[in-house]
């Protein structure tokens, strides 16, 4: 048996079609059953359901063998234990440095000011802001990031952006991309070599699907 870690959401939707490609579909609907570990109609391969950032934790203790993570979860938790092989290009989006749309953060930035910078993000965050010499004092949150410069909190945020419809309701910009992200395949490294039998024939579906 091999257990996948997927996350609810667009993780999980944007799973199910690869999944599908591989001639494997659920037999639990997880909006509908409470189920956190979901049967599949392949026999080798169970689906459980965690929090988007704890997929990398269950791949890399084994308590999953495999998991869907976007890079954005992969760079903060670090990678440690976990193989890569595969850009499923799911997911997609942008993590970006964003402002009021009336702040200068050019101008900010290039002053040497120190900015406060409110992020779900902090290691990116920290590198990105080292990497380009800008001062900032991070501030950690979970949510809503986008509330803290409507309230003071925060001078900018880091986030993710697809559309920006976001930004623009509440009166931001994204005023500097960080990078692109997208969902990717991780592989717990013992389990690879344990049970590449089941997993393989799995990989090599995704890299059909996705190619
Ligand atoms: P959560 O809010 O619990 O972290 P999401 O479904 O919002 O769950 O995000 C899961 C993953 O989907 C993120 O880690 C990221 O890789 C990706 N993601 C997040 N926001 C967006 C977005 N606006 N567009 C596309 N992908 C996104
Ligand atoms: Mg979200």
Redesign the pocket.
Known sequence: MITLAL?K???FDETLPLLEAAGIALRDDPETSRKLILATTCRDLRVIIV???DVPTYVQYGAADLGV?????LDEHGGQGLYQPLDLKI???RMMVAAPRDFDYEHAARQGARLRVATKYVQTAREHFAAKGVHVDLIKLY?SMELAPLTGLADAIVD???TGRTLRANNLKAVEEIGV?S?RLIVNQAALKLKRGVIQPLLDAFARATA
Do not use: T
């Not at 993570?69 to 979860?73: E, H, N, S």
């Open positions: 996350s959401g667009r993780i929090r988007a950032s993570a976007g890079k954005d979860v997911a997609r989006c949510g993710l952006v697809s992200v969902a």
